[in-house]
C-alpha cells in the first residue's frame, strides 16, 4: 500500500520535521507520499553551502532558509510550487545505480505530467523538461534501507525572485538574463491552464504507486509539527580551499587548520545529488588531524573502492581536491599568503605538480573589466602602459619576460586567443579572470587543454552586478579590481622556478621549496 496525502501548507521550518516523519514510517516498513506548499523560502540542498548557493544578501530577513534532507541544487519556494515527497523502504532498488534510480523513480512522475498532454521528458541528471525548458527538478537520499525522493514542482514561477535568491551559474538579473532565464522553465500553470491540482496530486499518487508495485490509498494529513529547524550559520573563512567541477556539478573543500597546517576541521559540500546522507561527514571526519598536503591520500582511504553513491561525481575527483587544497596551501606558503584562494590551477594532467605549471607559463591573458571605464583601450588588446591602472603594470610584468600578453575582450575572442596559443605550442598561461567566470566557462579551457594559472579578480564583478550577459559580449562597465603586484609575485616564483629547470618538475619532482614542512 501507498499511503499519500496532502499536507498542504507548510511553515519553512517545519519542513525538515514533515521530512523525518515520513522517514520515519518508511523505516518502519509503509510507504508514503505526501505533497506540500512551503511558505516563502529558500531550500538548500543537504550538502550545500549556503554562502555559495544563495544571495545571502538579498534574503537577509525576507524569508527563512530551510535544508532538505536529498542532495542537489537549492531551490527557491514559494506556495506555487508543489514540493512532492516520497519515502519507502528500498527493498530491490537498493543496488540500482543513482543515476538510473533517479530515471526510475521519476517516471512515474513523468507518466503523471504526460497524462495532462503536456510533451515532457526526463533529462539528466535529475530534471523532467518541456522542449528543453524544466518542469520538475528531482532529489534523492537512500540510506538505512530507506529511499527518500523528493521533487519541486512549480505550478507558476517568479523568476526575478529567483534569480535574487539563487546565485545561479546560468543566466543573471539582467533585463537579458530574465528573459533568458524565463526560457529555462515551463511552470506547470503555463502548459496546462486551469490545471485542477488536486487531480494532479491524485494521477501522481497513483503513477507512483504503481511504479512500486502498490495500491494508492488517501489518507488525512499528519498534524504538522511544533518545532521549526532554520539554517544559521557563520564561521570564520576557511584556512584553505579548493573547487572543482565535475559533471555532477561543482564540489567544495573547505578546511580550518591548526598551526602546524594538520585539519581542524573540514567541510565538503556542493549542489551534487549525493544519495548518501553520511558520506560527505565521514570524509569530513577522516580528515581532522591530516597535515594539509596528505588530504588526497586521506581522502582517497576513507573512499576506499567503493564507488561512491553520487551521481556524476567519481572518487578521484573528491581526492582531487585534497590536492588542490594542497596546491593552494603550498602556493600560500610560497608567496606568504594566507588561504591563496585567488589563486587556481587547471591542468589536463591532474598529476602536474603546481611549480611544474608555473615554470611553463608563456603567455598572460587579463580580463577588459579591470581596465577603467574611461581607458580607450578598455574594449581593445593591448595597453600603451600610460601607468594609471593595475593592467598596465601587468603589461610591465609581462613584456619584461618577453610573455605573450592579451587583454580578453569577449568570450569569443578568449576562445579564439586560446585555439591560437594551442596552435602556437604555448605550455601554460596566465590567466586573470573571476572565479565564478571559471566555474561557469570551464569548458572553454578544458577544450583548448592548456595548463593555466588563474588569478582572480576583486571587486564589483558582472555576477556580483549580475551583468554577465553583457560581459560576455565586452560591454561590461564596471571595473573589477586585479592584483597587478601578486601577478607579479607570480610570475617572480615562475622565474626562479625555470631556472630550477623544467625537467625536474615534470618528472614530479616538486621543488623543495613546496616540501610539507615536518611535524
Ligand atoms: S595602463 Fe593601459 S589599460 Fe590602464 S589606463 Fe593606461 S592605457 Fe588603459
Ligand atoms: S566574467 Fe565579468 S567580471 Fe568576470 S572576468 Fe569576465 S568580464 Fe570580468
Known amino acids: 500500500m ?8 507548510l511553515e519553512p521550518g517545519q519542513f525538515a520535521a514533515y521530512e523525518k516523519g515520513l522517514w520515519a514510517r518508511a523505516l518502519s516498513g509503509e510507504a508514503v507520499l505526501g505533497f506540500a506548499r512551503l511558505a ?5 540542498g543537504a550538502f550545500e553551502d549556503p554562502h555559495r548557493a544563495l544571495r545571502l544578501s538579498y534574503i537577509g530577513d525576507r524569508f527563512p532558509i530551510v535544508r532538505r534532507r536529498t542532495g542537489g541544487g537549492s531551490l527557491s519556494l514559494d506556495p506555487d510550487t508543489l514540493m512532492v515527497v516520497l519515502a519507502f523502504p528500498m527493498g530491490r532498488h537498493s543496488a540500482v545505480e543513482p543515476a538510473a534510480l533517479m530515471s526510475v523513480l521519476c517516471a512515474p512522475l513523468l507518466a503523471a505530467i504526460r497524462a495532462l498532454d503536456v510533451d515532457a521528458a526526463f533529462t539528466a541528471p535529475n530534471d523532467l523538461v518541456v522542449a528543453g525548458r524544466k518542469v520538475a527538478s528531482a532529489f534523492l537520499s537512500r540510506a538505512d534501507g530507506v529511499i527518500l525522493f523528493e521533487a519541486a514542482l512549480p505550478l507558476a514561477l517568479d523568476i526575478e525572485e529567483l534569480l535574487k535568491t539563487l546565485r545561479l551559474p546560468l543566466e543573471k538579473l539582467s533585463a537579458q538574463g530574465i528573459l533568458a532565464a524565463r526560457q529555462r522553465y515551463a511552470p506547470l500553470r503555463a502548459l496546462v491552464p486551469g490545471l485542477a491540482t488536486g487531480a494532479l496530486r491524485a494521477l501522481i499518487a497513483t ?14 494529513p499528519p498534524s504538522p509539527a511544533l ?10 573563512p576557511p584556512d584553505v580551499a579548493a573547487f572543482l567541477k565535475t559533471p555532477g556539478g561543482v564540489l567544495y573543500l573547505d578546511a580550518w587548520l591548526d598551526p602546524k597546517a594538520a585539519v581542524r576541521e573540514a567541510r565538503l559540500t556542493g549542489a551534487v545529488a549525493c544519495l548518501d546522507p553520511n558520506l560527505f561527514l565521514r570524509l569530513e571526519t577522516s580528515l581532522v588531524s591530516t597535515h594539509v598536503t596528505g588530504l588526497e591520500a586521506a581522502l582517497t582511504e576513507a573512499l576506499g573502492a567503493t564507488k561512491p553513491d553520487i551521481i556524476g561525481v567519481e572518487s578521484a575527483d573528491i581526492a582531487y581536491l585534497g590536492h588542490l587544497c594542497a596546491a593552494r596551501f603550498l602556493i600560500g606558503r610560497e608567496l606568504g599568503l594566507g588561504a591563496a584562494t585567488q589563486i587556481s590551477t587547471f591542468s589536463p594532467n591532474r598529476n602536474e605538480p603546481i611549480d611544474a605549471i608555473l615554470a611553463s607559463i608563456d603567455a598572460v591573458l587579463l580580463p577588459y573589466c579591470a581596465k577603467p571605464t574611461w581607458c580607450k583601450w578598455r574594449h581593445r588588446d593591448g595597453c600603451p602602459e ?3 591602472c593595475e593592467v598596465g603594470e601587468a603589461y610591465t610584468l609581462a613584456r619584461g619576460r618577453q610573455l605573450d600578453v592579451t587583454t580578453i575582450t569577449n568570450f569569443e575572442h578568449l576562445r579564439a586567443v586560446l585555439a591560437d596559443l594551442k596552435k602556437s605550442g604555448k605550455r601554460a598561461f596566465l590567466g586573470v579572470c573571476c572565479t565564478d567566470f571559471f566555474l561557469k566557462r570551464d569548458y572553454a579551457f578544458v577544450e583548448a587543454g592548456i595548463p593555466a594559472v588563474f588569478l582572480d579578480i576583486a571587486g564589483d564583478t558582472c555576477y556580483t552586478l549580475r551583468q554577465e550577459e553583457e560581459a560576455y559580449a565586452g560591454r561590461f562597465e ?19 622556478l625555470t631556472t630550477l629547470g623544467n625537467d625536474d618538475l615534470k618528472g614530479g619532482k616538486q621543488s623543495t621549496t613546496l616540501l610539507p614542512e615536518a611535524d
Open 2 to 9: 501507498l499511503t499519500w496525502h496532502d499536507a498542504r501548507h
Open 40 to 44: 516563502r523560502c529558500a531550500l538548500v
Open 207 to 220: 503513477k507512483m504507486a504503481q511504479a512500486l508495485g502498490l495500491h494508492a490509498r488517501r489518507e488525512p
Open 227 to 236: 518545532e521549526g529547524a532554520l539554517v544559521k550559520e557563520s564561521r570564520p
Open 386 to 388: 600610460c601607468g594609471r
Open 478 to 496: 564596471a571595473e573589477a579590481f586585479m592584483d597587478a603586484r601578486l601577478l607579479g609575485r607570480l610570475l617572480d616564483w615562475r622565474d626562479r
